[in-house]
């Protein structure tokens, strides 16, 4: 099993590269996370953002499982297949994508709860998608929560009614401002119930396990990012899964024993959308110019990302929890134009210590930059990589050094066929 996942703050374009190379795999295998990522694929010149599917629904044979780590709602679910019906004709979501039994329901409450620890002061506003990803997962934690397995059992419609019920009283008792009526969203979430008992509810970790004994070969898809995951991200400003290599083993039920290639995505500069630590933060103009030039809207939420220099601490310690064997490295397209590029090589701390590598990014660390000369390069024509200019092949060299693993792929545009391949492998 080879896993791709986010080495930064998300959306650094892990969908795009899952859509490219999952044809040469029999399974593409969510891990992690809920509808709170935005998975962005392009086709035919129009793109479509994913939330739960698997990045490798548009390959033909290519099985999508949405794995036990995941939690799913189901509203939030129907309304996504809905829209991918719309937007590719052809695929059929009910022969393509299986479900795990153990993954568990996001219910609307736990969205409600979200939006309200999100508005209310007495709590940690982390700028959160509004999903309710974290109310669902810490109900999991607190062995409260209902599972998709459940959803066949008769007594389902009342457990779940319960909670609906309890959950929505104490919204009511917290003074929950704009609360949409408690039979309109159960009714809302009934209804997606329903529709996603059309779709194969099954033993994934049992599917995927048979599926590698008979040669098969599955892509684990990672959402969010290193520096977003629960245990090893920016704390408290972080998502409630486990987003690393580790969390593709448990949430899929995989043995560590079974893991091959490990993709690292990451931008050739960072982005980070919602609260927490930013270090390279470009907080000028320059900023809002990158902003509008990589098209640096989230693509869950339309929020605005913020955007800074890349953070080579940070990306360091990512690929070291991690264990990367091959970045892929996107957007470099975006930084054509300028005269240099800076890289961030360590933070400075207020005692004048340097840091390298760090998973906690103190607020008054001063980043430490070196500078590149930047590239004029048209990258529209571009088709293999002995086009590359110098001045790419020289960050990109500087990169592979200092991470002591390979550039694997530069995409150079969000097309599909926008992606050089660097190396043999
Ligand atoms: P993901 O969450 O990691 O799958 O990434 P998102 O889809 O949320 O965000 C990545 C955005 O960048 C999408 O809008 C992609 O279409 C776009 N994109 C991906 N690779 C490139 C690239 O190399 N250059 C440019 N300009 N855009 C890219
Ligand atoms: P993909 O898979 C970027 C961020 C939110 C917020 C924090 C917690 O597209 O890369 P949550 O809704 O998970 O409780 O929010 O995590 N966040 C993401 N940022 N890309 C994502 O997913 C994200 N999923 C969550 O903005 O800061
Ligand atoms: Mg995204």
Redesign the pocket.
């Known amino acids: 099993m080879d896993i791709v996942l ?1 080495l930064q ?4 374009g ?2 795009k590269f899952i859509d490219l190379i999952s044809e040469n795999y029999d399974i593409t295998a969510r891990f992690n ?1 809920g509808s ?4 962005s694929i392009e086709r035919n010149g129009r793109i479509i953002t994913l939330k739960m599917i698997p990045s490798g629904i548009f390959m033909n044979g290519v099985q999508n499982v949405i794995g036990t780590g995941t939690v799913i709602d189901p509203v939030s679910f129907k309304k996504e297949i809905l829209n991918l019906q719309v937007f590719d004709k052809t695929i059929q979501p009910e022969n393509n994508i299986i479900i795990s039994r153990k993954a568990h329901l996001v219910m609307p409450t736990h969205k409600l709860l ?1 939006i309200f620890m999100e508005e209310s002061s007495d709590y940690t506003k ?6 309710g ?2 109310q669902a997962y810490s109900n999991k934690i607190l062995r409260q929560n209902l599972r998709v397995g459940d959803i066949f059992s008769s007594d389902f419609q009342s457990r779940a009614q319960h909670i609906l019920d309890r959950d929505y009283r104490m919204l009511e008792e917290v003074g929950m401002i704009v609360l949409p009526a408690l039979e309109e969203i159960s009714k809302e979430f009934f209804d997606g119930v329903e529709f996603l008992k059309k779709f194969n509810c099954t033993e994934t970790e049992i599917y995927l396990n048979e599926a590698l004994s008979e040669g098969k070969k599955v892509l684990a898809e ?4 290193a520096m ?1 995951d629960i245990d090893h991200g920016t704390y408290p ?4 899964s486990s987003t690393t290599a580790s969390g593709a083993s448990s949430g899929l039920g995989v043995s560590p024993k079974k893991i091959g290639e490990i993709y690292g995505i990451a931008k050739a500069y960072c982005t ?5 630590a930013l270090p390279t933060e470009l907080l000028d103009e320059f900023g809002d110019d990158l902003r509008m030039k990589g098209n640096e809207f ?4 339309g ?1 605005p990302r913020r955007t800074g220099w890349l953070d080579l601490p940070a990306l360091k310690y990512a690929v070291m929890i991690n264990g990367v064997t091959q970045l892929v490295l996107t957007k470099a397209d975006v930084l054509s134009g300028l005269k240099s590029v800076a890289v961030c090589t360590h933070y400075e701390m207020e005692n004048g210590v340097l840091v390298s590598v760090s998973g906690i990014l103190p607020d008054n660390a001063k980043p430490i930059f070196k500078w590149f000369t930047g590239w004029q390069t048209d990258f529209s024509r571009m088709k293999s990589s002995s086009e590359l200019p110098k001045e790419v092949i020289e960050f990109l060299s500087f990169l592979e050094t200092e991470l002591e693993i390979p550039v694997a792929y530069l995409s150079i545009g969000p097309g599909r066929n926008e992606m050089l391949k660097l190396t043999d492998k």
């Open positions: 986010g703050w998300g959306d650094e892990k969908g996370g709170n990522a935005g998975h979200d982390i700028g959160t998608t509004r999903n990803i974290a990672g959402s969010q990012a977003l400003y972080v998502t409630s980070r959308v919602g609260n927490g989230g693509s869950n939420t929020r």
